[in-house]
């Protein structure tokens, strides 16, 4: 259990559905081991005793009730004005969690990547686009 947040251009559309009411529900497990790889714009955050969730400071509008269930678009001004905050929120999250024996400090850089290359990717797709990346959250 924990966030799953995931990424698209404006108009793309992702080969698997959010619905478990959808009969290609199932189709997810095995795209999503490809776009976890491929990296396409994935965090996952595991819930934790830490209260700290860098994607929630950083995507909060994927977090916000009337965008439950919906990919929204947020701006790369949006992302970058909450980078810095967001970053200390994943070195406080890193910290807990290295003091519970999950990690490593010669993980750091690799654990806060995750972050700066989801927003790297948005840079990316607003250049490239024009519009701004699409983010989903699921919590």
Known sequence: MGIDVYSKRNGETLP???SYEDPNYDSFDTWFDEYRENEHGYIREAYFKSQAYPTRCLLEEAFEGVN???FVPIP???????????LELANERFDDMLSDGYYKESQREEFLDIYKKFVDRAEKIEKETGKPMEVYASW
Not at 79 to 84: A, E, G, H, I, N
């Open 16 to 18: 698997f559905s959010y």
């Open 68 to 70: 439950c269930g919906k």
């Open 76 to 86: 790369l001004d949006t992302l970058k004005s909450r980078y810095d905050e967001m």
